[in-house]
């Protein structure tokens, strides 16, 4: 008698488990969400039609004026944004590139009525009604090395809205890496700050195009919260 045993895998049963999503991200966070297919600005809503295009599989400001790209496929409360970014080319006044947190859409105001941090630098900017300064006594800058903005750098900013605290780290990405080690740049607090909002893109003034590609989000956040994963 020939025995077949050997052509039976064994059976296990997993009851109403269910494996985890596997992360398609550098940092091997499964909860990061993809923003930018590369392709549309699908999932995103500009102040001006002309401000924004796709350029090699990127987002591209196209310095036609004053404005922001703000991503209305989702509000955040706590949440982990992580991009990369670059100054493509400047006319006229200078300006670090600039990202807009905790921003309001409604009513619509200059900035979103938004924190404003300069990734990967640590400028920064406070929009809120009534404030609409440099909120010197929130931000604190972590002393380092000024990174060149015409190079791609990673940034990572990590907020909670309770504390009304935020965070953002970067780095200078090597020549066709994914991702690096970033270190802290910047830190914000300040209790009345965190809200249901909107994280987006800003162009300062007319004249400055900046690239953004690599947008990842997490919100809420399930990964380390209030914690950095790039670092």
Known sequence: MVNFNFLI?????????????????PWGDANLVSMFDGKTLTGWTASSSAGWTIVNSTLHSTGNARGYLYYSARTVTDFRWIFNVRRYAIVGAAHDPTVLIWGITSPLRDALSAIQFQPPNSYHWDYRPGMNNAGNQEFTA???????????????????????????????????????TATEVIDFKNATAGVTGVVALQVHNAGIQDEYKGLWLESPVVTKPGGFITT
């Open 9 to 25: 895998a064994p059976i296990v049963f997993l009851g109403t488990c269910v494996a985890a999503p596997a992360a398609t991200n």
């Open 142 to 180: 972590i002393k380092r090395s000024r990174f060149d903005i015409t190079k791609w750098a990673q940034c990572e900013i990590v907020a909670t809205k309770v504390t009304g605290l935020a965070k953002m780290a970067c780095c200078e990405l090597a020549a066709n890496a994914n991702s690096c």
